[in-house]
């Protein structure tokens, strides 16, 4: 299961678990990504909290925590190839995997169509 929220960032949720990117809209809205500061791993947020920062030719943006959670993993092939986060949103450019504190906080999030409607208005 895929959800979005509304700063753009993607979270597919993987048993008590889930992988943490940023979607094709904030990826095109940015322009080609050339530095990704990575969340350490072992490190808690709350939902919402800036968990890393993604740098691109045009601007930097922060990349939210979608839900409260332990950072369990960060993708190191992201921060040696930020590229990935242009070319593979969805795929091999994933910021960050999380264990989720709180499941129930994911059912707030956006769905595709929901997000869909969202970044295009």
Do not use: C
Not at 79 to 94: E, Q, V, Y
Not at 106 to 112: N, P, Q, R, T
Request: proline share 4%; net charge negative.
């Amino acid at each position: 299961m895929i959800k979005y929220t509304e700063d753009h960032e993607w979270i597919q949720i993987e048993g008590d678990t889930a992988v943490v990117g940023i979607t094709h809209h904030a990826q095109d809205a940015l322009g080609d990504v050339v530095f990704v500061d990575l969340p350490e791993v072992g490190k808690s947020f709350a939902q919402k909290d800036v968990a890393g920062v993604v740098e691109s030719v045009k601007a930097a943006a922060d990349v939210y925590m979608p839900v409260t959670g332990e950072i369990v993993e960060v993708n190191e092939d992201l921060r040696n190839d930020p590229s990935l986060a242009n070319s593979d949103p969805l795929g091999k450019g994933w910021f960050f995997k999380v264990k989720l504190a709180q499941p129930a906080e994911v059912e707030a999030l956006l769905d595709e169509t929901a997000y869909n409607k969202f970044s295009a208005g």
